[in-house]
């Protein structure tokens, strides 16, 4: 399973819809985490594609989960078809004009997740009857019906929170679906929004770019943009920087370090380039991970206080005379 928060399911509408096998198993070759699977039947949206029996034959095709999004009137009807084609999840829509509530209970009692979605215009609060039979609000960005149109900033603006509120009921899970125009242009947006799953279509099918890294790039830029959302606009450290949290004689920094450490928090020591002591060694630093640094503060201020005096009558000892070696009376130079 990927890093981070953010999910990227691959829509295979944009794909050569002639060798549909080949298609799930690229965008599994790139990391995608899921396959979208777009339905239409021609008359809840203008457009068709494909239907249970072609999500069947794929199923064998990849061990990716299967996300059917259902853009057809009569769900219902064929719900058994879908449960029976090895689909994982299954969203349909909210505006259809036949009962709702069974249908999320057939997919529910099959064991898989069930969703629904909403076209751009349908507010959030048509779910609301049942927000508890989802496990999924797929909030459309676009029109349904065909990929790769522009992505509706606004409506999701006005969705997001919303949407998570319909689960807020639940200790855990629960997922909100973007679907329509996510591509590195408005996945930052996307994952500020704190949107779990990205549905990616066109943008995974562009002449000359690489799947792979723009699956990476666009889960990426959207746990970005949740990291930043989570710090009130400052950007997010980033994982791999280091800040030196003291330096000191080698002997006190090894005693120092294995405290830090004692409690879990991963610690470089290198010599740096900071003062030379009478025994000719240069003082060592200690670094630790920038985004627990508040913590190591927090933790060991006061130790490093000590520590720092410590080096201090260390060093003194030496004007003294009291010490004439290079290493000190007391404490193990190890490390
Ligand atoms: C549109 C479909 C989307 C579409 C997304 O009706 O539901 O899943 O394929 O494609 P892009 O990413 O191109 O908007
Ligand atoms: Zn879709």
Redesign the pocket.
């Not at 349904?144 to 149109?149: L, T, Y």
């Given at each position: 399973m990927a890093d981070g928060r953010a999910r990227i399911a691959a829509?295979i509408?944009?794909a050569d819809l002639g060798n549909l096998a080949y298609a799930v198993r690229r965008v599994q070759g790139a990391g995608a985490d899921r396959v979208?699977l777009?339905v239409?039947d021609g008359h809840f949206?203008p457009n068709l594609t494909f239907g249970a029996k072609t999500i069947k034959a794929l199923r064998r095709r990849t061990e990716l989960p299967f996300d059917a999004?259902l853009?057809i009137s009569e769900p219902g009807r064929y719900i058994e078809e879908y449960l029976d084609a090895g689909c994982d999840s299954i969203t349909f829509h909210v505006e259809i004009e036949e009962p709702i509530a069974p249908t999320l209970e057939a997919i529910r009692a099959a064991g898989r997740a069930a969703g629904l979605s909403l076209r751009p215009g349908t507010p959030i609060s048509a779910l609301e009857p049942y927000a508890r039979l989802l496990d999924i609000v797929m909030i459309?960005t676009?029109e349904?019906?065909?990929?790769?149109?522009s992505f509706m900033a606004d409506v999701l603006r006005e969705k997001a929170r919303p949407a998570r509120e319909l689960f807020a009921y639940r200790a855990y899970g629960g997922e909100v679906h973007v679907?329509?125009?996510?591509?590195r242009d408005s996945a930052e947006f996307i994952g500020g929004l704190g949107v779990d799953v990205l549905?990616?279509?066109?943008?995974l099918f562009l002449p000359g770019r690489d799947m792979g890294r723009e699956v990476r790039l666009i889960r990426a830029l959207a746990d970005e943009g949740y990291q930043y959302e989570l710090n009130d606009g400052v950007p997010p450290i980033p994982r791999d920087r280091m800040s030196t949290f003291v330096s000191l004689p080698r002997h006190i920094a090894a005693q120092l370090r294995a405290e830090i450490e004692a409690g879990g928090i991963p610690v470089i020591m290198l010599r740096g380039g900071g003062q030379v002591n009478p025994d000719g060694v240069r003082d060592y630093d200690l670094l630790v991970p920038s985004t627990v640094e508040a913590l190591v503060i927090e933790r060991h201020s006061r130790a490093r206080d000590d520590a720092l005096r410590e080096a201090d009558a260390w060093r003194a000892t030496f004007a003294d005379g009291t010490v004439s070696g290079s290493e000190p009376a007391t404490g193990s130079a190890a490390g």
């Open positions: 829509s509408l944009d979208h777009d239409m949206v999004h853009m459309m676009v349904p019906g065909f990929g790769g149109q679907d329509g125009g996510a591509n549905v990616v279509g066109s943008a």
